[in-house]
């Protein structure tokens, strides 16, 4: 699959050539995690929560200004900002090294 992933007005798409979507207006680059067995975008804490829990990880209650994550049958501990806001990329790929085949880290284009 080639492209970049468009966000615009609340839908997320796959875009061959984004160049030619843009009307006039300026392009922000920045990234999503993505589950990619229903190749669903996380948008909240909870959403995230759901699928690390399917996976067999348990919250991890050490650090109140952390949300945290730990798997029992490995050393892996996944620690997160408490505002979704302050998600980024670096923690994404936490989630994805330790979840291998399971996330992956898209570009999304949105139009400004």
Do not use: C
């Not at 843009?22 to 680059?29: A, D, K």
């Not at 975008?41 to 994550?69: A, C, H, M, N």
Request: hydrophobic share 40%; net charge positive.
């Amino acid at each position: 699959m080639s492209g970049v992933w468009m966000f615009r007005n609340g839908v997320v798409r796959l875009v061959e050539n984004p160049a030619a979507e843009s009307n006039q207006g300026s392009l922000q680059r920045r990234k999503v995690l993505v589950y990619t067995p229903t190749d669903e975008v996380i948008t909240s804490y909870s959403v995230l929560e759901k699928k690390l829990f399917s996976l067999g990880w348990e919250r991890y209650y050490d650090d109140p200004d952390l949300f945290q994550f730990h798997k029992s049958s490995t050393i892996h501990l996944i620690s997160l900002p408490k505002d979704f806001g302050r998600f980024k990329s670096m923690h994404m790929f936490d989630i994805v090294v330790k979840n291998k085949n399971v996330f992956e880290v898209r570009d999304i284009v949105m139009q400004m």
